[in-house]
């Protein structure tokens, strides 16, 4: 073999298997005493019903409740902030037409007054 020779090189495309992941938040969810409330009640019952368990499946008990209890209070807080803004919208859009119905009116009334 010299330096000229042909090499050939055969590279093979494993995919590793994809895990769980990093469990992410926004941080100003820590801020929210509702939150806050659930996550110590969601420790207290885990606590209280692994008594037993060995610590490091305790640990990780701990943490995927904790995810769990975050993941189902998010998307109630998000659903109840896209409610409040679809009601706000409906307010103003309301408000909007009643505005522009008495401006119409008024505008009828003092074109009548002037002829």
Request: no cysteine.
């Amino acid at each position: 073999m010299t330096d000229h020779s042909l090499v050939e090189l055969k590279l093979h495309n494993i995919q590793p298997e994809r895990g769980p992941g990093y469990f992410k938040i926004n941080n100003s969810i820590l801020l929210d005493t509702q939150y806050q409330t659930q996550i110590k009640q969601e420790i207290f019952n885990t606590v209280q019903n692994n008594k037993d368990a060995n610590p490091n499946t305790f640990w990780e008990v701990i943490k995927g409740n904790i995810g769990n209890t975050t993941i189902r209070y998010t998307s109630f807080k998000q659903k109840e902030t896209h409610k409040l803004e679809t009601e706000t919208i409906k307010i103003i859009e309301t408000l909007e037409k009643q505005l522009h119905e008495t401006n119409t009116n008024d505008t009828k009334d003092i074109e009548h007054e002037i002829t």
